[in-house]
């Protein structure tokens, strides 16, 4: 199964609003509403920004969201600030008990 | 708080097997599973699969299914994943991570890289 597709990489100053996209199909992205969205810095482990879609876990910044239309779920990060700076991935169920990441998005944050 | 602490990093010659440990604390482990994710050198991550710390039920990523196998001792809370028939290109840093659902990763062990090399 291949990869949900994702932008290598986006770019905003700081104070703007970005948005990554994460297409899948209507098997997986489509079908569920579980969608997942993790923050990696360099060298660390990932960290959960968004889950189910559109729910932030306790502590992640409230200028992180996330939604979806038809097979492509979307993060947006608005007054993007420097710590920002990093890569993205998407996660989603894909049925049978599988799973899928987005291939990443590398955030520069100019 | 919780933590999952990972076993060190290893280097293996091609057809070698690795097993790779994930101790949990501070929580209670019945109550989540622990999903495996790797990310290879300079690469994305990848979905390995995922074990039910309840009863030991286990999904796998299609393209491990055979070569990879994920247990759980609940009386130790510690996960294992171990590979077998190692390849070059099984070179990768390897992830657990507890679970609530397959999707939802809240907290991350801090990597084991596995090296495979003649």
């Known amino acids: 199964q291949s990869a949900l597709t994702q932008p290598a990489s986006v770019s905003g100053s700081p104070g703007q609003s970005i948005t990554i996209s994460c297409t899948g199909t209507?098997?997986?992205?489509?079908?569920?509403?579980?969608v997942s969205w993790y923050r990696q810095y360099p060298g660390e482990a990932p960290k959960l920004m968004i889950y189910e879609g559109s729910k932030r876990p306790s502590g992640v910044s409230n200028r992180l969201s996330g939604s979806k239309s038809g097979n492509t779920a979307s993060l947006t990060i608005s007054g993007l600030q420097t710590e920002d700076e990093a890569d993205y991935y998407c996660f989603s169920y894909a049925g049978d008990n599988t799973l899928i990441f987005g291939g990443g998005t590398k955030l520069t944050v100019l | 708080q919780v933590q999952l602490v990972q076993s060190g990093g290893e280097v293996k010659k091609p057809g070698a097997s690795v097993k790779v440990s994930c101790k949990a604390s501070d929580y209670t482990f019945t109550n989540y599973g622990v999903t495996w994710v790797r990310q290879a050198p300079g690469q994305g991550l990848e979905w390995m699969g995922w074990i039910n710390g309840y009863n030991g039920n286990t999904n796998y990523a299609q393209k491990f299914q055979g070569r990879v196998t994920m247990t759980a001792d609940a009386s130790t809370s510690t996960a294992y994943m171990e590979v077998k028939s190692l390849r070059t290109d099984d070179t990768a840093v390897y992830y657990c991570g507890r679970s609530q659902d397959p999707t939802l990763i809240d907290y991350w062990g801090q990597g084991t890289l596995v090296t495979v090399s003649s």
């Open positions: 209507s098997s997986d992205v489509g079908n569920y509403n579980l």
